[in-house]
């Protein structure tokens, strides 16, 4: 893979671009894992996971992460999990899970 050594010195302008333009659609699995909640009720979705790999722009550098190209989407506030969605280009596709009880 060939190295363009002169893109930092892009305007931000045309480099923003570029980074938008690396963006592809994905199509996104998303599952769960059920337990017992921190309310002691069962069957409460604990962790939505995801085997679809962060998109390979996220990989590039901090410019790109920073850009907000893609979100960290069903984020639960105490889990560290996430799946990564552009929402705009992504398909997320659930299966036939049932997320209902889940609470992000």
């Known amino acids: 893979m060939a190295t363009f050594h002169a893109f930092g010195r892009l305007p931000f302008e045309l480099r923003t671009r570029i980074w938008e333009e690396a963006v592809t659609a994905r199509f996104v699995q998303v599952g769960y894992l059920r337990g017992t909640g921190k309310n002691g009720r069962s069957g409460v979705i604990l962790h939505v996971l995801s085997p679809t790999p962060a998109p390979a722009v996220l990989h590039a550098c901090h410019e790109a992460r920073n850009l907000g190209l893609y979100e960290r989407a069903f984020v639960d506030g105490e889990d560290p999990r996430y799946v990564?969605?552009?929402?705009?280009?992504?398909?997320?596709?659930?299966?036939?899970?049932?997320?209902?009880?889940?609470?992000?």
């Open 84 to 104: 990564w969605v552009n929402f705009d280009v992504d398909i997320v596709s659930i299966g036939h899970g049932d997320f209902h009880g889940f609470e992000p």
